[in-house]
């Protein structure tokens, strides 16, 4: 069963930086498609971005495009999430997910954010002065 854990959140200045760890046991993420999302204090959950098996990247939202990138290290069976220059609206929590087997391990379905069935617990990032 794959499990996810978020790792490197915290409490940074606005404009500075942080990165965020996806490690995933179980089961190796060659298999899976694997996703960030995030949700603010009082709104819903969103998409930020989602990396294929591949290592292609698919932006859900594209005011973070450049912003935030995601990557993915196969040997460390890790995903990263960088994000610079931090804002005070980024503050929210932070989540890891994947889609894949019995689903198709798929970033899009060419219009919407596809459905994960793995998640992770979640970071909490705070971008204040």
């Known amino acids: 069963q794959l499990q996810l854990v978020e790792s490197g959140g915290g409490l940074v200045q606005p404009g500075g930086s942080l990165k965020l760890s996806c490690a995933a046991s179980?089961?190796?993420?060659?298999?899976?498609?694997i996703a960030w999302f995030r949700q603010a204090p009082g709104r819903e959950r969103e998409g930020i971005s989602c990396?294929?098996?591949?290592?292609?990247?698919?932006d859900y939202v594209d005011s973070l495009k450049g912003r935030f990138i995601t990557s993915r290290d196969t040997a460390n069976n890790t995903v990263y999430l960088q994000m610079n220059n931090l804002k005070p609206e980024d503050t929210g929590a932070y989540y890891c997910?994947?889609?894949?087997?019995?689903?198709?391990?798929?970033?899009?379905?060419?219009?919407?954010?596809?459905?994960?069935?793995?998640w992770g617990l979640g970071t909490q990032i705070t971008v204040s002065s």
């Open positions: 997910a994947a889609r894949g087997p019995p689903y198709l391990p798929v970033c899009t379905d060419g219009t919407s954010v596809v459905r994960y069935n793995f």
């Open positions: 179980g089961s190796t993420l060659r298999s899976y498609a």
């Open positions: 990396i294929s098996t591949r290592s292609v990247a698919t």
